[in-house]
C-alpha cells in the first residue's frame, strides 16, 4: 500500500544544487528512520544520508558537509545537495523503514529512484 515517490533529479553542473523529494503515500503510519541511498553507474548502492524519529542524522563521508536531509513530517524527507561534484552522480532513491513491533514485522519501503547527473 505504501509508495515512495522521489522528485528533484536532473542535469546540474559542478558545484550547483539539487534539492530531492521524497513523500510517501498510503501510509497510515511513522516510520522510524528514512534515508536516501545512491547507486552509480556499475557499483553497489550506497546509503548517502539517513534520518530517525528521533531526530538523529547520518551521512557518508563522502557528502559530509554538502548534503542535508529533512523531514517535513511523518511522509516526506528530503536531501538537500549542494556543491555537487561530477562522482554525486548516480540514481538516488529514498528508503523507509519501520522496526519490527510485537507481532508487526520490519518494513523496509524503496522508492524507483530519481538519476542525478552533474557534469564537469
Known amino acids: 500500500q505504501v509508495q515512495l515517490v522521489e522528485s528533484g533529479g536532473g542535469l546540474v553542473q559542478a558545484g550547483g544544487s539539487l534539492r530531492l523529494s521524497c513523500v510517501a503515500s498510503?501510509?497510515?503510519?511513522?516510520?522510524?528512520?528514512m534515508g536516501w541511498y545512491r547507486q552509480a553507474p556499475g557499483a553497489q548502492r550506497e546509503l548517502v544520508a539517513s534520518?530517525?524519529?528521533?531526530?538523529?542524522t547520518n551521512y557518508a563521508d563522502s557528502v559530509k558537509g554538502r548534503f542535508t536531509i529533512s523531514r517535513e513530517n511523518r511522509n516526506m524527507v528530503y536531501l538537500q545537495m549542494n556543491s555537487l561534484k561530477p562522482e554525486d552522480t548516480g540514481v538516488y532513491y529514498c528508503?523507509?523503514?519501520?522496526?519490527?513491533?510485537?507481532?508487526?514485522?520490519?518494513?523496509?519501503?524503496w522508492g524507483q529512484g530519481t538519476l542525478v547527473t552533474v557534469s564537469s
Open positions: 534520518t530517525t524519529s528521533g531526530g538523529s
Open positions: 528508503n523507509a523503514r519501520r522496526a519490527a513491533r510485537g507481532f508487526q514485522r520490519a518494513l523496509e519501503v
Open positions: 498510503g501510509s497510515m503510519f511513522s516510520f522510524d528512520a
